[in-house]
């Protein structure tokens, strides 16, 4: 059965339970305060089960979250200075103006059109005060291309289920894109049923120039760009960086 995206909510935080949140919470904390932002105002583009906005909060954030996917909303745990609001991130529109505006776990990436990014940078402009940041992560579009996209497989095991994951990539190389098949088999142990779920996720990659040009077109100047744990310059060995975009006063 085909499911549109991140309708698989279920399955979202039992395959990401390993990834580091708190330290790249925390990196993006000290990011941040590196680059005198004292306000606490934060607004999370994507903030899919609210794992980023979790500890963040306990830095003294306040975090505004808009999220598409329902499921995941619906997934998240109440946090304390953190709200989460349903909404598309290239359509909505805030009176609200925020210190910091961040997007994390690659939801840039999935704006694979130049008009859903455009949007999604504007609205970032718009929401930010004054020398406000813009903090994002995306796939790297050298390292992609250099290593390529190979078919992976996970397997989890909870207290009933025996559930496999199957991520079978096509690169189309004329579009900066990889769209990504996630077929989950979800075996309930105890009735011996078998669920199948399947998902396409588009996938953009980009360059240093491309992302600075639409920095530029959008209004902001382009501060930095690493490794978001690491701190390692973009090279063929870094799939994933971050970029922070300032908001010029």
């Not at 279920?10 to 005198?36: P, S, V, W």
């Not at 840039?108 to 930010?128: G, R």
């Not at 979800?186 to 240093?208: A, G, V």
Request: aromatic content about 14%; proline content about 2%; some cysteine.
């Amino acid at each position: 059965m085909k499911n549109t995206l991140f309708n698989s909510g279920e399955y979202y935080d039992l395959f990401y339970k390993d990834k580091d949140y708190a330290n790249e919470a925390r990196c993006i904390h000290e990011k941040l305060i590196e680059n005198n932002i004292k306000g606490k105002r934060l607004l999370e583009l994507g903030c899919g089960t609210g794992k980023h906005a979790k500890i963040l909060s306990e830095f003294g954030y306040k975090i505004l979250g808009i999220e598409k996917s329902i499921q995941m909303i619906n997934s998240a745990e109440k946090i304390k200075n953190f709200e989460c609001r349903q909404g598309d991130i290239t359509k909505f529109k805030l009176r609200e103006k925020f210190d910091s505006v961040i997007s994390l776990f690659h939801v840039i990436s999935y704006q694979v059109s130049n008009e859903s990014l455009l949007s999604v940078f504007k609205t970032a402009y718009e929401s930010l005060e004054e020398n406000g940041l813009f903090l994002f992560d995306v796939w790297y579009g050298p390292a992609v291309l250099h290593q390529k996209p190979t078919i992976r497989v996970k397997k989890i095991k909870t207290e009933s289920n025996y559930i496999t994951r199957i991520a079978e990539p096509e690169l189309l190389v004329n579009n900066n894109q990889v769209n990504v098949k996630y077929t989950f088999y979800d075996l309930n142990s105890n009735s011996n049923q078998l669920k199948i779920t399947e998902e396409i996720h588009p996938m953009r990659y980009f360059s240093i120039p491309e992302l600075k040009f639409f920095a530029q077109k959008t209004g902001f100047e382009v501060i930095d760009f690493k490794e978001l744990l690491t701190g390692a310059n973009p090279s063929l060995d870094t799939w994933g960086i971050y970029f922070i975009f300032k908001k010029n006063g």
